[in-house]
């Protein structure tokens, strides 16, 4: 058993997972042109297909070993996904000014127990 069945179990309808651990060069790599396949209104087994051939047209030598790409698997409903980029953007904004909000008060509160 793994982890992707207890996400499919939980509800989860699709799902993106690696068989094994990764390089997080190639990773990144790879995760930024399915990412860019997925803003294409590509499914997403072909975003992920176009994806490895992207990064195995990028990469010579080693790199190209599928120990580095092909670990990763598409599970589930492979439909296309509408991404709305401003609301992504938001998102991300959102995120980031928590973090920010999270590191100022753990500041005062160091700052606090210090004095």
Do not use: C
């Amino acid at each position: 058993m793994s982890l992707a069945r207890s996400f499919m179990y939980a509800g989860g309808q699709s799902l993106l997972m690696s068989l094994w651990q990764v390089n997080d060069q190639s990773t990144a790599r790879i995760m930024s042109h399915f990412y860019e396949n997925l803003t294409q209104d590509m499914p997403k087994d072909k975003a992920l297909q176009q994806a490895k051939l992207s990064y195995l047209e990028d990469v010579k030598g080693l790199g190209a070993h599928p120990g580095f790409w092909a670990a990763f698997i598409q599970l589930g409903n492979p439909e296309s996904i509408e991404i709305d980029q401003k609301r992504s953007l938001t998102w991300l904004w959102a995120v980031l000014g928590g973090v920010v909000l999270i590191y100022i008060i753990t500041a005062i509160v160091r700052r606090k127990r210090s004095s």
